[in-house]
């Protein structure tokens, strides 16, 4: 079966589609020895495509990393601003894996990066309801905001799922630390909803995501995630409701 050629040099985990459009234009993409042009097309099982001479392979192995993103880091592959990106984080596994959802600038702690379409689609929807734990600390009259946060709450027009929220202890400089978990995962959402019921956030990591821990690893670090963990993301993907059309995305 044919397909772009920006496509097999993508679904092979070697660059993003735009780059591969770079690359073909720049002369560097040859089909079976010809030098390739932008619009061609290849046969991944049949034609022989490389990229600077290399052969590319017919498809990336699927890899899943954990990653403790640290605060100041944008969770994104490359950033006008300049800022540092989790990218970098991950530039020495060999692949090029995309981040599954997102943590703000200012937000740490457990991230998972893929070269999986399909499987980062199904863990960002939100008809499957992944509970997502976090670990905030805040400022403000908690006792009041307590009650505001376990009850329904509506961001962007859409009625959330009343979070479960447990009170902890309180930090010397008079922050106090709560556990929050949510099941949608909107832009900011912990922040918003903090702010809704009059709180303002000190800090915010990210602790667990379905049965995923972020355990001990350190911050700034990666590692693969385990086999019982795969585990837990192929369970998803042969269960998922969702029209297989609707995950056969390519990252």
Do not use: F
């Not at 089909?31 to 498809?59: I, K, M, Q, Y």
């Not at 995501?209 to 042969?238: K, V």
Request: positive net charge; hydrophobic residues 35%.
């Amino acid at each position: 079966m044919t397909e772009r050629l920006q496509k097999i040099l993508s679904g092979a985990g070697i660059c993003s589609r735009r780059r591969a459009e770079e690359y073909i234009e720049q002369g560097r993409v040859c089909v079976n020895g010809a030098t390739a042009r932008l619009g061609d097309v290849a046969d991944p099982e049949r034609d022989t495509v490389t990229l600077d001479g290399a052969v590319v392979p017919l498809r990336a192995e699927p890899v899943y990393l954990m990653l403790n993103k640290p605060r100041g880091y944008v969770t994104t592959l490359s950033d006008e601003k300049g800022r540092p990106t989790v990218a970098e984080l991950t530039a020495d596994c060999g692949v090029r894996v995309y981040p599954v959802g997102r943590l703000d600038l200012n937000s740490e702690g457990l991230l998972l990066l893929t070269n999986d379409g399909a499987a980062a689609k199904i863990l960002t929807h939100p008809s499957h309801e992944i509970e997502k734990r976090y670990l905030v600390w805040v400022n403000g009259d908690v006792e009041a905001a307590l009650p505001l946060l376990r009850c329904p709450m509506t961001l962007d027009g859409t009625a959330l799922q009343p979070a479960k929220v447990r009170l902890h202890e309180q930090r010397n400089d008079g922050a106090r630390l709560l556990t929050m978990t949510i099941r949608e995962g909107k832009n900011r959402q912990i922040r918003r909803m903090c702010e809704a019921a009059g709180l303002h956030v000190v800090r915010l990591r990210r602790i667990g995501e379905g049965p995923l821990r972020l355990g001990d690893l350190p911050s700034g670090t990666w590692r693969y995630l385990t086999e019982p963990e795969r585990g837990w993301i192929r369970s998803l993907t042969e269960n998922s409701r969702l029209d297989k059309t609707e995950i056969s995305c390519e990252l």
